[in-house]
């Protein structure tokens, strides 16, 4: 299957400044083995553990693949793979936030 | 340096404390490579927490795809802290990934005054810098495009 992967900013590192690349792959799993490939490096920013890192969201086309099966979801010939790093913090983790009160 | 439109401080602050005392973000677009913050999109934080804030993943994709199609950047990504200083934390420091942007935090924790405050944060690394607000970007000597050269 082939795929288009939409590629953030902060891992363009990784793909000589392309915003956008070709990949292959039957799941998103696959889909990032095969970026490694030709962009070394990319996997160890996307996946911890075995699993999707919690700082980035995968899109396979409009849809968020954390309610998709995660690494396992599905990808279609001529789908669009979006990474993006997630947006998130706050003031503090909830048990640090009790001792500064 | 941020320098950031009054009306834009006003609507942040104005976010913030209407979702205190959890958390409220947002993101400020403006044209690539231009560092003028001009359009505010309020994000809906998918926690609802006094304590932490996440973009709501699906409209972050629907935003970030607008940004681009009109060739914006996140110029300012901006958070409340509800009983804490405006000053990022260690879980905002872990998940910053953009360096380009301005990182503000509004602080809501006094009722009658609002603290905020901008940093960069680049590979963990945090420098806070100073906010210059403006009634309007015309007259501030911030890019080429805004004031002629002199004949």
């Known amino acids: ?101 | 340096m941020l320098m950031i439109r009054r009306d834009l401080v006003d609507a942040m602050v104005g976010h913030a404390r209407r979702d205190h005392p959890d958390e409220a973000c947002g993101v400020v677009a403006g044209p690539v490579g231009s560092d003028r913050p001009e359009r505010l999109i309020e994000m809906a934080n998918a926690e609802r927490s006094p304590t932490f804030y996440r973009f709501d993943a699906t409209e972050q994709l629907r935003v970030w795809r607008a940004m681009d199609a009109a060739d914006e950047e996140p110029a300012v990504i901006y958070h409340s802290h509800t009983a804490t200083e405006a000053y990022p934390s260690r879980t905002d420091i872990s998940y910053a990934s953009q360096p380009d942007a301005h990182y503000v935090l509004v602080s809501t924790r006094d009722p009658d005054s609002h603290e905020l405050r901008s940093y960069r944060i680049i590979d963990g690394e945090v420098t806070e810098e100073p906010v210059e607000v403006v009634e309007s970007y015309m007259f501030s000597h911030n890019g080429a495009d805004d004031v002629p050269d002199a004949p």
Do not use: Q
């Not at chain 1, 490096?41 to 899109?59: C, E, P």
């Not at chain 1, 396979?60 to 979006?82: C, I, K, Q, S, W």
């Open chain 1, 1 to 101: 299957m082939a795929v288009t992967v939409s590629v953030p900013t902060i891992l363009r590192t990784h793909t000589g400044g392309e915003k956008s690349v070709d990949a292959s792959g039957s799941t998103v799993a696959e889909v990032i083995e095969d970026l490694d490939t030709r962009h070394s490096g990319i996997k160890g920013r996307l996946v911890k553990d075995g699993s999707l890192h919690r700082f980035i969201n995968v899109y396979v086309n409009d849809e968020d693949v954390r309610f998709a099966g995660g690494l396992e979801a599905a990808v279609h010939d001529g789908d669009n793979v979006t990474i993006l790093p997630a947006v998130a913090g706050g003031c503090a983790p909830a048990r640090e936030w009790e001792t500064v009160l």
